[in-house]
T-cell receptor, first 113, second 120 residues
């Protein structure tokens, strides 16, 4: 089975802190994604990466950056956390060309106080 | 840009009954994929069913089936013989297959979700 692991399930951070959310997948997938999930808004794409060191902005990239130094790891970075970034963050991965199914991690609940 | 609309924020069904969740989408493309994902309270999002737009036959996975109406841009999910374990948030999603779509062929665009409650 494909496994997408988000290292932190629950985090509480202070406004202005730098926050790292880590995601690792074990199936050699080329594509990785970070989504944000909020009630009534569904899932919105923050950033995605189609290969190592390659990244593309999604629909709501403001206030976030990402890093993909190794194929299996995709990190989401909040340079200066704000209260409006309190949310559930979902990481996902997918095979490259021809692969259709996206596999999700269990999510990271981030609260910014 | 593609959009996905789920008009039912919440639905409920009696155990063993059948329920249909609605989804419509907007696109100018002719080839794409549509998905239904399930997110139970544990939060792990899992794929329920997938439909390729070029296929006329509706996809089926055990108790789950879709009614894909391409011209109407409608993609509803039918759950037969509902079970307590079906209770979850259900998301409809769209993905382009066009490699020249500015990255849209990589990402899923989701609807806002429908919360399904199954009553014993």
């Amino acid at each position: 089975d494909v496994k997408v692991t988000q290292s932190s399930r629950y985090l509480v951070k202070r406004t202005g802190e730098k926050v790292f959310l880590e995601c690792v997948q074990d199936m050699d997938h080329e594509n990785m994604f970070w989504y944000r999930q909020d009630p009534g808004l569904g899932l919105r794409l923050i950033y995605f990466s189609y290969d190592v060191k390659m990244k593309e902005k999604g629909d709501i990239p403001e206030g976030y950056s990402v890093s993909r130094e190794k194929k299996e790891r995709f990190s989401l970075i909040l340079e200066s956390a704000s209260t409006n970034q309190t949310s559930m963050y979902l990481c996902a991965s997918r095979e490259g060309a021809g692969g259709n199914t996206i596999y999700f991690g269990e999510g990271s609940w981030l609260t910014v106080v | 840009a593609q959009t996905v609309t789920q008009s039912q924020p919440e639905m409920s069904v009696q155990e063993a009954e059948t329920v249909t969740l609605s989804c419509t989408y907007d696109t100018s493309e002719s080839d794409y994929y549509l998905f239904w994902y399930k997110q139970p309270p544990s939060r792990q999002m899992i794929l329920v069913i997938r439909q390729e737009a070029y296929k006329q036959q509706n996809a089926t996975e055990n108790r789950f089936s879709v009614n894909f109406q391409k011209a109407a841009k409608s993609f509803s999910l039918k759950i037969s013989d509902s079970q307590l374990g079906d209770a979850a948030m259900y998301f409809c999603a769209y993905r382009s297959t066009n490699p020249n779509s500015g990255g849209s062929n990589y990402k899923l665009t989701f609807g806002k979700g429908t919360l399904l409650t199954v009553n014993p």
